[in-house]
């Protein structure tokens, strides 16, 4: 079965460095997610593409984190410079569309620890 | 912008009985409804879901129960197994796909 794939699995760095984050969706979903789960809590939204083309960046922010689909197909979502508080899990998903109703189906995640 | 309450934050059961997990929405918009398990360290994934048009759907042990006018949807696993000890999340999603998650239930089932 294809499943959505993150790499790397575990990052450490310094604060105020830079961070990049890799998600591939299962083949064919038009739209990827990219969440960020602080311990304990649900998954909040950053930001979803369709195709490349970003549907809703609302939560995503933008002064430190960015996002890039450029091909439609992979993704990468940047963190240039780290905080502490950006230590999480960082979750990608992928669903088949956007006519609303769509199961997301979720990668093994990024875990980010800020020292 | 949609609000996602869930409740408790922990369940603890014994195997074989039943747990019921709650969330309330506020969004009536919202008409897909996902429930995510999540064990340690791994990715979620669903478990079961049901859209605004279904009352109730079923899945072996695990079913859900959508009650619109109340904007409340619930979880029901029956004969709990020690398996199914976890984290669980439901979400709410309307016509964009923008899904919001409730803060997650942990379920214990002591064998």
């Known amino acids: 079965e294809a499943e959505v794939a993150q790499s790397p699995r575990y990052k450490i760095t310094e604060k105020s460095q830079a961070v990049a984050f890799w998600c591939d969706p299962i083949?064919?979903?038009?739209?990827l997610y990219w969440y960020r789960q602080i311990l304990g809590q649900g998954p909040e939204l950053l930001v979803q593409f369709q195709d490349e083309s970003v549907v809703d960046d609302s939560q995503l922010p933008k002064d430190r984190f960015s996002a890039e689909r450029l091909k439609g197909v992979d993704s990468t979502l940047k963190i240039q410079p780290a905080e502490l508080g950006d230590s999480a899990m960082y979750l990608c998903a992928s669903s088949l569309g956007t006519s609303g109703g769509e199961t997301q189906y979720f990668g093994p995640g990024t875990r980010l620890l800020v020292l | 912008g949609e609000n996602v309450e869930q409740h408790p934050s922990t369940l603890s059961v014994q195997e074989g009985d039943s747990a019921v997990i709650k969330c309330t929405y506020s969004?009536?918009?919202?008409?897909?409804f996902p429930w995510y398990k999540q064990e340690l360290g791994k990715r979620p994934q669903l478990i079961i879901d049901i859209r605004s048009n279904v009352g109730e759907k079923k899945d072996q042990r695990i079913a859900v129960t959508l009650n619109k006018t109340a904007k409340h949807f619930s979880l029901h696993i029956t004969e709990t197994q020690p398996e199914d000890s976890a984290v669980y999340f439901c979400a709410a999603s309307k016509h964009n796909n923008d899904m919001r998650f409730g803060a997650g239930t942990r379920l214990t089932v002591k064998p």
């Open positions: 083949s064919g979903h038009a739209t």
């Open positions: 969004d009536s918009a919202s008409n897909y």
